[in-house]
C-alpha cells in the first residue's frame, strides 16, 4: 500500500518538475536582448556616438542623422560639469511583445541612481530607444538649470 502511494505521488510530482526545469531555460529573444542591452552599455561606456546610433531603434534614426547625432551626443557630453557617464547593466525584464525595458546602475553620480531605457524588436533584431533627449537637440534645456555658484 505505501509503495503505492509512492508511485502515485512520482507520477503526481513528476510533470511539475519537468515544468519547472523548462521554464527555468532562457528564451533566445531574451538572450538576444541581453546582447544588444549590453552593447549600448559598451557604447556609452566608451563614448561611442557612432556605434550608439547603429543599435537605435528605426524610429529614432528617422528622426536625425547619423551625423547630426554624433555632434549631439558630443555635444552634450561636453558640458563642463557633467561627469562621464558610465552604465552597469543591472537588469532586463522581456515583456510579451518581446519588447524589454532595460535598468542600468549609474557610476560616479548620486549611489543607487539608475538609468533605463527600452529594446524593441525591428525585423527580427532588438533596437534601442535611448536618448532621445539627444535626438530631438532637448538635452541643451538641462543646460539653462544648472546652479552656478
Known sequence: MKSNKLYILI???LPLS???VSTHQPSSSFSEACIVAQKVVDAVNENS????????????QKRISKEDFILNAQKERSYPYL?????????????RDESADVEC???SRLPGEKYRFSLVKERG??????FEDVVDGSFIDKFDHIVTW
Open 83 to 95: 561627469t562621464p557617464l558610465y552604465l552597469y547593466l543591472n537588469g532586463i525584464a522581456l515583456n
Open 49 to 60: 556616438p557612432s556605434t550608439l546610433y547603429d543599435l537605435l531603434s528605426d524610429n529614432l
Open 11 to 13: 507520477i503526481l510530482l
Open 18 to 20: 519537468v515544468g519547472c
Open 105 to 107: 546602475l549609474v557610476a
Open 125 to 130: 533584431e532588438y533596437r534601442a530607444i535611448v
